[in-house]
């Protein structure tokens, strides 16, 4: 079983934008989610996968992760995932030996800016940078498909979680 760890946080300012190594666009498809379970497809520049998590503590998550055709992919998001897609930028932002991933969301979420770190164990002291700011790990307005739906509720009114 593949586990992904990670913490996730809000920006306290724009620091990491000269710190950044990478970016890419991502578009995401949710199809299916049932209590702390979700299926995920994700495009990527020249690929795509197909991800199935489950929550197994405060910041980790089972994770199975598979790489599909690119045309799977596009069909999926068009037609199985009911509305629940996000297009979001991923720049990659090294700080004292870890990768940060800062995502700026578009579309319904614009204006939503997350920070977050994969790590090796829940225990793992990360030393955090300057550019971050408060910590949202396992809150619940902070998960994708919460913001989402605030979004559509609010008719896409800000919700807080800019940076």
């Known amino acids: 079983m593949a586990t992904e760890i990670e913490r996730k946080f809000l920006l306290a300012d724009d620091g990491w934008r000269t710190q950044c190594v990478r970016s890419e666009r991502l578009r995401d498809g949710l199809i299916a989610i049932t209590g702390n379970r979700k299926v995920r497809v994700r495009i990527y520049a020249e690929r795509a996968t197909l991800t199935?998590?489950?929550k197994t503590g405060k910041?980790?998550?089972?994770?199975?992760?598979?790489e599909i055709p690119l045309a799977d992919a596009e069909e999926l998001l068009a037609s199985h995932c009911d509305g629940n897609l996000l297009s979001k930028v991923r720049h990659y932002v090294p700080f004292k030996g870890f990768m940060w991933e800062v995502d700026v969301y578009e579309g319904l979420?614009?204006?939503?800016?997350?920070?977050?770190?994969?790590?090796?164990g829940e225990d793992v002291e990360v030393p955090l940078p300057p550019w971050v700011g408060e910590e949202v790990t396992g809150r619940p307005e902070y998960k994708k498909i919460?913001?989402?739906?605030?979004?559509?509720?609010?008719?896409?009114?800000?919700?807080?979680?800019?940076?």
């Open 109 to 120: 979420l614009s204006g939503v800016m997350l920070a977050e770190v994969e790590l090796q």
């Open 59 to 66: 910041s980790s998550d089972a994770e199975y992760e598979y």
């Open 52 to 54: 199935v998590k489950a």
């Open 146 to 163: 919460n913001m989402h739906k605030a979004r559509l509720a609010a008719g896409v009114a800000a919700i807080g979680a800019s940076g």
